[in-house]
T-cell receptor
């Protein structure tokens, strides 16, 4: 069965610190990969996605993620976080040829001003 | 404005009293889905629909029903709610990517429905 693992459930950083959130999935076939963010009191929204091509994808608000196929990973990064990045971040996987989507448990990020 | 709407936003009910949470999207998306969000478990898919009259189970379908009679609407029905269905529910919609052998593109989420079953 497919699964998505997010390594850190809670992360606390100071402003300007660098961020890396881990995401690993278990599925042997081709996948579409997503990172979604849920800001306090707001809808879940897309940060970035990867379907094919350059494994380094850039998203909104300075976020990027790298797909490493050999490691089944899709880690999210940001060089310098801001207080406004405080939110919950979800990694999600959709296997090609199917319409199911599996989400990770989420990582709550708190950025201290 | 492109959006997914859900109603009600908050609901407190009692065990066994049938309820329906509505979901509607105005983006002409083929794909719609329901999730529940619980602390420490992330979002878990309940049911999804690839198109009108086509639905399938997600990972946690027990105790829920859905129907897709129109493209824009995808209601979630709890025939006999129980306290373990207390949760935050999200509806989402997306384009279907048939050229990829079937898969979903970016999902657009509704604002959520917070359900408490006493």
């Amino acid at each position: 069965a497919q699964s998505v693992s997010q390594h850190n459930h809670h992360v606390i950083l100071s402003e300007a610190a660098s961020l890396e959130l881990g995401c690993n999935y278990s599925y042997g076939g081709t996948v579409n990969l997503f990172w979604y963010v849920q800001y306090p009191g707001q809808h879940l929204q897309l940060l970035l996605k990867y379907f094919s091509g350059d494994p380094l994808v850039k998203g909104i608000k300075g976020f990027e993620a790298e797909f490493i196929k050999s490691k089944f990973s899709f880690n999210l990064r940001k060089p310098s976080v801001q207080w406004s990045d405080t939110a919950e971040y979800f990694c999600a996987v959709n296997a090609r040829g199917g319409f199911k989507t599996i989400f990770g448990a989420g990582t709550r990020l708190f950025v201290k001003a | 404005e492109a959006q997914v709407t859900q109603n009600p936003r908050y609901l407190i009910t009692v065990t066994g009293k049938k309820l329906t949470v509505t979901c509607s999207q105005n983006m002409n998306h083929e794909y719609m889905s329901w999730y529940r969000q619980d602390p420490g478990l992330g979002l878990r898919q309940i049911y999804y629909s690839m198109n009108v009259e086509v639905t399938d189970k997600g990972d946690v379908p027990e105790g829920y029903k859905v129907s897709r009679k129109e493209k824009r609407n995808f209601p979630l029905i709890l025939e006999s709610p129980s306290p373990n269905q207390t949760s935050l529910y999200f509806c989402a919609s997306s384009l279907s990517l048939r050229e990829m052998g079937g898969s979903t593109d970016t999902q657009y989420f509704g604002p959520g429905t917070r359900l408490t079953v006493l």
